[in-house]
Nanobody, 120 residues
Framework: QVQLVESGGGLVQAGGSLRLSCAASGSRFSIKTFTMGWYRKAPGKQRESAATITSGGNTMYADSVKGRFTISRDNAKNTVYLQMNSLKPEDTAVYYC????????????WGQGTQVTVSS
């Protein structure tokens, strides 16, 4: 099982920025060959994909975050990042990272995630 730990969340005013990190801490698993993604879930709402990045660096973003969020990876550090700018109250959610597998599956377990709260 892939072990991933999210960090970097917090409270921020609308228009502010945060940088989230997702690390394979304490694991020998290498993310090098895997697509990685950031997912978010607000209370009472379904989990949704915010951004993904392939092993080759190709990125995809949800329309709601396009132009504001940037996903990146550092394979040598076994870490994936999500730079979030121009944050809006509707971005408030718990953010999780994972490695999507085939046909809607995920290779890792869902952890605690990191809370992002944007005030108006």
């Amino acid at each position: 099982q892939v072990q991933l730990v999210e960090s970097g969340g917090g409270l921020v005013q609308a228009g502010g920025s945060l940088r989230l990190s997702c690390a394979a801490s304490g694991s020998r698993f290498s993310i090098k060959t895997f697509t990685m993604g950031w997912y978010r879930k607000a209370p009472g709402k379904q989990r949704e994909s915010a951004a993904t990045i392939t092993s080759g660096g190709n990125t995809m973003y949800a329309d709601s975050v396009k132009g504001r969020f940037t996903i990146s990876r550092d394979n040598a550090k076994n870490t994936v990042y999500l730079q979030m700018n121009s944050l809006k109250p509707e971005d408030t959610a718990v953010y999780y990272c994972n490695a999507p597998g085939p046909y809607g599956s995920f290779l890792g377990s869902w952890g605690q995630g990191t809370q992002v709260t944007v005030s108006s």
